[in-house]
């Protein structure tokens, strides 16, 4: 916050060393045998291949770490021409205390249950590769690891084969991966890094071979090496996974709407997996339907920030590490009021249709069609990762009906989408370099679509990341990107008026509005300095948007026009104790400004956590912010105060190994402009071994003292540049809860559902405008000269008539009252049943229903009467995908 205090920060990271031993484990190695005999994959371990010499080399990880195992670990491989062949004995002196829950697939990290993971480097480039788990009731996950660190990511989903068996002497392991699934370098002879880590549930330990000790970084880097591997060659053979899909909708129509309820739509559609070449594999969809997918939950936005929700597609999902931007080399990212923008947001391929027309009723598709995507990733020449993504949108009609009258109207645009991701590795690791690019272009076929969305966009970028030592405690990382778009006079102009921009802002003299521009270019970037090692943390970056930079046709970034520094610094606990297994602590100062100079944000937060021997935990996080100025609080208008604040926030959770879990947090805030408070409460009940139910609830209250309702000119205005800038006290309370059930029959069939009841309620008083630029004093209508009038309509609506000076000049305003309710409620249920690897048949229901209403009433207490009287919106769908592959 003060510079003093970075500089006191800096200083004491510089001065304070901390050297530390790491364990090498990478210069072990262990021999994959080729095998001739068949392989059953039945967790029982008959062949004579697994008799024959095994590796056993495990350390505790947790809680005594480099200590060896409570319990002894046996593992084989073994490999054919299409097949690597791992097995494992997981022994155990009481086998009938094995904790063996069915919980769903790539659920790992959170299964409190025996098991065991396979990671595997096929590139041996010591920086990422594989993983596989099976645990002890015989749930798998799959996923990908890079960086030379643990995070993983368990969105990609391979064809392969796991399964366990629980005998006298503890569990046993068998998996079959197929090497179509793998890829790896062109060669005779193969030499891949692998590491077992296996989880024994009642003593809370992780066993590894290869761990990474406390207070230091490095993952792959440490793996031993699989040797004796010869004559192998990487998939060659095409996987197809063709579907067929049935759907029913059934929606809730008004009286009067003209368009169907009813639909049943089929379908067809076809997934393509084929290597290109050695290094480089090819996944392509055409038709795709997700159907299967969770719903997203229910929002309401009372802000100028466009809300994101999470990525839940199969084919967006899958593989995309390679297209992470700007975080390569460091172990820590922190933001500090930094929104940092995404340059790829996969959910804008298939978004809901953006032109709005008003109209009595309408009959659209909530989303865009893909009529056929393709995505491109591997190695190429001497070491390059490349990823690339093609994708082409369906020109999307809506039918709509006002005063009985019907027309059709093109409401998105045929549209293209590309990304090209490129990215190599030097000086094994220690270096970075990497470019990433995204374009956009919309055919547009109806000419008044030209003044609404851009004609085409495009985003280039660069990142990478350099080690300042030999080690790799300190390491600097950064990225750069530029933006271009370009469309109609119109189009341009409003975008420069929109809420990334707001060109407009009278007070801005950086800042003018090009109403002939016919293009809009920009730039953003940001460099961190970040120490990887050492009990001493130390994390400290600065960053930048300018005010053109846009990147929403492809990516996503809420605001523009900002400067952004941090420096922060922690120390880490990490020796168990007899009181806590790890604990830590944080600070941070950060300030951040616009373009002109103004700052818009600084304060200071410190934050900690502790985890405890029966694997709960705890944590806090203060923030204090000082008083500065806001340039997005009159929506384009001028500058105000940012009063000064003061956040707190708190959370613990219990020991996951129990029948229940639970998750309790908080967070509350106070200034001048208002109070915020937030509870939630997680709780898991384990049911049964194989049903979990979770239940979320989360309680949020906003007492806003200047919540934005309206901009109108006035004239006499003349200290907020003739304009009134409309502002009212906003009560809004906010009730919703997540609810998810898992009932895991089998690893092969599963039912889930999810539900979010939702419920807000949202009340205005005191409307008042903004007297003078660069304050927080307000004219409060309805005292004084001013007049605040109410009015009804004939609906029984209500309405407000602003006036600043009652019978002077200045101008009236009508507004209708913003007050409102809204509940809804929404959710899928899913049943889902692998009847073959691969393959698999979806059993698809899904329910919306909502209410809105202007009442003054509580719709707390009305909840269940207003939202089950409203007839739901059902929508059935089944769909049978077949996989065919090697």
């Known amino acids: 916050m003060r510079l003093n205090l970075l500089l006191f920060i800096l200083t004491f990271l510089i001065v304070k060393t901390i050297a530390a031993d790491q364990g090498n484990t990478a210069a072990k190695s262990f021999q994959?045998?080729?095998?001739?005999?068949?392989?059953?994959?039945?967790?029982?371990?008959?062949?004579?291949?697994?008799?024959?010499?095994?590796?056993?080399?495990?350390?505790?990880?947790e809680p005594r770490q480099g200590e060896k195992p409570s319990q002894h670990t046996e593992v084989w491989f073994a490999y054919d021409d299409e097949n690597i062949y791992f097995a494992a004995k997981c022994y155990d002196t009481h086998p009938d205390s094995i904790l063996a829950r069915l919980v769903r697939r790539d659920f790992v990290f959170g299964d409190p249950s025996d098991g065991l993971l396979l990671y595997l480097d096929t590139y041996h480039d010591r920086r990422g590769g594989y993983l596989f788990y099976v645990s002890s009731a015989g749930t798998l996950a799959d996923g990908t690891f890079d960086n030379d660190n643990k995070e993983t990511d368990l969105t990609w989903d391979g064809v392969w084969e796991g399964k366990v068996q629980i005998h006298e002497d503890g569990y046993y392991v068998e998996m079959k991966i197929p090497l179509s699934q793998l890829r790896f370098q062109a060669s005779d002879y193969q030499e891949w890094g692998f590491d077992i880590e296996r989880y024994f549930s009642?003593?809370?330990?992780?066993?590894?071979?290869?761990?990474?000790?406390?207070?230091?970084?490095?993952?792959a880097s440490r793996f031993p090496t699989?040797?004796?591997?010869?004559?192998?060659?990487?998939?060659?053979g095409i996987e197809l996974l063709p579907y067929v899909t049935g759907k029913a909708e059934i929606l809730n129509k008004s009286a009067g709407d003209p368009f169907k309820s009813q639909t049943f739509?089929?379908?067809?559609?076809l997934d393509l997996k084929t290597p290109v070449g050695n290094r480089l594999k090819l996944n392509a969809t055409i038709n795709p339907d997700f159907g299967q997918v969770e719903v997203d939950p229910a929002v309401l936005n009372l802000t100028d920030v466009e809300y994101t929700f999470q990525e839940k597609r199969p084919f967006f999902t899958e593989g995309l590490t390679i297209f992470r931007f700007g975080r390569?080399?460091?172990n820590n990212w922190e933001n500090y009021n930094w929104n940092n923008p995404s340059i790829f947001y996969t959910r804008r391929i298939g978004r809901s249709p953006q032109r709005s027309v008003s109209a009595d009723y309408a009959d659209v598709p909530k989303g865009t069609h893909i009529l056929g995507a393709g995505k491109i990733v591997g190695e190429i020449l001497d070491g390059w990762k490349i990823g690339m993504v093609h994708a082409l949108t369906k020109r999307e009609y809506g039918d709509f009906s006002t005063n009985d009258e019907k027309s059709t109207l093109e409401i998105e645009p045929a549209t293209y989408y590309g990304v090209v991701r490129a990215q190599k590795q030097?000086?094994?690791?220690?270096?970075?370099?990497?470019?990433?690019g995204t374009y956009?272009?919309?055919?547009?076929?109806?000419?008044?679509?030209?003044?609404?969305?851009?004609k085409n966009a495009v985003v280039a970028g660069v990142d990478g990341w350099t080690n300042l030592d030999n080690d790799g405690t300190y390491v600097v990382t950064g990225w750069a990107a530029g933006s271009?778009?370009?469309g109609s006079k119109e189009q341009i102009l409003a975008v420069q008026r929109s809420s990334l921009h707001y060109f407009q802002r009278p007070d801005a003299s950086h800042l003018s509005v090009d109403s002939q521009a016919t293009s809009l270019s920009g730039y953003a970037g940001r460099i961190v300095l970040n120490k990887n090692r050492g009990e001493w943390s130390l994390n400290a970056a600065i960053g930048a948007i300018s005010p053109g930079f846009e990147n929403n046709d492809l990516g996503y970034n809420s605001y523009s026009d900002y400067i952004n520094m941090h420096i922060s610094t922690g120390y880490k606990w990490a020796q168990p104790t007899d009181f806590y297994q790890n604990c830590g602590v944080s600070i941070a100062a950060f300030t951040g400004m616009d373009f002109g100079g103004n700052k818009t944000i600084e304060g200071i937060y410190t934050g900690g956590w502790m985890n405890l021997h029966d694997l709960s935990g705890m944590g806090y996080n203060v923030n204090i912010t000082d008083e500065t100025y806001n340039a997005r609080k009159t929506r384009g208008g001028p500058l105000t105060i940012n009063p000064a604040s003061q956040g707190f926030g708190a959370y613990y959770y219990t020991n996951n190994r129990t029948w229940y879990v639970i998750n309790p947090s908080f967070y509350l805030r106070f200034g001048k402009d208002g109070k915020y408070q937030d509870y939630s409460l997680g709780i898991e009940f384990k049911l049964t071994p194989t049903l979990t139910l979770n239940v979320a609830p989360d309680y949020q209250i906003n007492d806003l003292n200047a919540q934005w309702v309206t901009r109108y000119s006035d004239q006499t205005a003349t200290e907020t540049y003739n304009s009134r800038y409309v502002f009212a006290q906003l009560m809004q309370k906010t009730l919703s809860t997540d609810i998810r059930l898992d009932w895991i029959v089998s690893p092969e069939l599963s039912v889930q559902a999810y539900f979010q009841p939702f419920i807000t309620s949202g009340r205005y008083s005191h409307y008042k405008a903004l007297v003078a630029p660069k304050t927080y004093e307000f004219m409060e209508y309805g005292t004084g000269q001013s007049v605040l009038q109410t009015g009804k309509y004939s609906d029984g609506t209500s309405y407000f008539i602003l006036d600043a000076d009652g019978k002077g000049p200045a101008k009236e305003k009508q507004i209708d009252n913003p007050d409102g309710d809204y509940i809804s409620f929404r959710g899928n249920a899913v049943i889902r049943w692998e009847y073959r690897p691969g393959s698999a048949l979806y059993l698809v229901w899904t329910q919306s229903r909502e209410s809105s209403s202007p009442n003054n009433d509580s719709v707390f207490g009305r909840f269940g009467q207003d939202l089950f009287r409203e007839k739901p919106d059902n929508i059935f769908m089944v769909k049978f995908t077949y996989w065919f592959g090697s």
């Open 202 to 219: 009642r003593n809370a330990e992780t066993d590894m071979v290869a761990y990474t000790p406390r207070n230091e970084s490095g993952f």
């Open 226 to 236: 699989l040797t004796g591997i010869q004559g192998i060659k990487s998939g060659t």
């Open 265 to 269: 739509t089929p379908g067809l559609g």
């Open 32 to 61: 994959c045998v080729r095998v001739h005999e068949k392989i059953t994959i039945d967790g029982n371990l008959n062949e004579g291949v697994w008799k024959g010499p095994s590796y056993s080399d495990l350390y505790q990880q």
């Open 328 to 330: 390569g080399g460091i």
């Open 440 to 454: 956009t272009n919309r055919f547009f076929k109806d000419a008044s679509l030209n003044d609404e969305l851009n």
């Open 426 to 436: 030097f000086d094994e690791g220690k270096k970075g370099l990497g470019f990433l």
């Open 484 to 486: 271009r778009i370009s």
